[in-house]
């Protein structure tokens, strides 16, 4: 993922003109010659309150992606509702296409779409175990940004494994 710090936000002034657009860039060449499942992928992130702000999902021949203001394009995922917490977005089809046109990168892109529309997320992992990830099941690769919980139990796993090799080897 490459970002520009802890947060990316976005914000409109309308009566400035001023634009903000934040992104978030995944390297998703690990998943070409996949074929994903149904429902298989989702962009998954910690929102701290968007409102007038859509989400969009862009193709990008390289790590980076233009965003001023009118340049910054993409497939229209959702207008984001103002939630604070974990938001989740299914992207399997969006990203099987990008799969099979062989693309390097994908995007996600906050543009505020009305007036004096912003807002923030959580774009790297904080201490609070938030942040911007993607998940893809059953591809044969993984991209996805573990969540603590998931690394914990990852480790239990391995250490209950490690402590009953030992206990046998000693029966």
């Given at each position: 993922?490459?970002?520009?710090?802890?947060?990316?936000?976005?914000?409109?002034?309308?009566?400035?003109?001023?634009?903000?657009?934040?992104?978030?860039?995944f390297d998703i060449s690990s998943l070409w010659g996949s074929t994903l499942a149904a429902g298989s992928a989702?962009?998954?992130?910690?929102?701290?309150?968007?409102?007038?702000?859509?989400?969009?999902y862009a193709n990008a021949g390289g790590a980076a992606v233009t965003t001023g203001y009118a340049q910054a394009g993409g497939t229209y995922i959702a207008t984001l509702d103002g939630?604070?917490?974990?938001?989740?977005?299914?992207?399997?089809?969006?990203?099987?296409?990008?799969?099979?046109?062989?693309?390097?990168?994908?995007?996600?892109?906050?543009?505020?779409?009305?007036?004096?529309?912003?807002?923030?997320?959580?774009?790297?992992?904080?201490?609070?175990?938030?942040?911007?990830?993607?998940?893809?099941?059953?591809?044969?690769?993984?991209?996805?940004?573990?969540?603590?919980?998931?690394?914990?139990?990852?480790?239990?796993?391995?250490?209950?494994?490690?402590?009953?090799?030992?206990?046998?080897?000693?029966?």
């Amino acid at each position: 993922m490459d970002n520009g710090g802890a947060t990316v936000g976005s914000f409109h002034d309308g009566g400035n003109r001023d634009s903000l657009r934040g992104v978030v860039i995944f390297d998703i060449s690990s998943l070409w010659g996949s074929t994903l499942a149904a429902g298989s992928a989702t962009y998954d992130f910690y929102s701290y309150g968007f409102s007038g702000v859509q989400l969009q999902y862009a193709n990008a021949g390289g790590a980076a992606v233009t965003t001023g203001y009118a340049q910054a394009g993409g497939t229209y995922i959702a207008t984001l509702d103002g939630t604070t917490g974990w938001e989740s977005f299914d992207v399997t089809s969006l990203l099987q296409a990008s799969i099979s046109a062989n693309q390097h990168y994908v995007s996600f892109i906050f543009p505020a779409t009305v007036n004096y529309g912003s807002g923030s997320l959580a774009a790297i992992e904080d201490t609070q175990g938030r942040g911007s990830y993607l998940s893809v099941t059953g591809a044969g690769a993984d991209i996805t940004s573990p969540e603590p919980a998931s690394i914990a139990l990852s480790a239990g796993g391995i250490l209950m494994g490690a402590g009953l090799i030992w206990w046998r080897k000693r029966i």
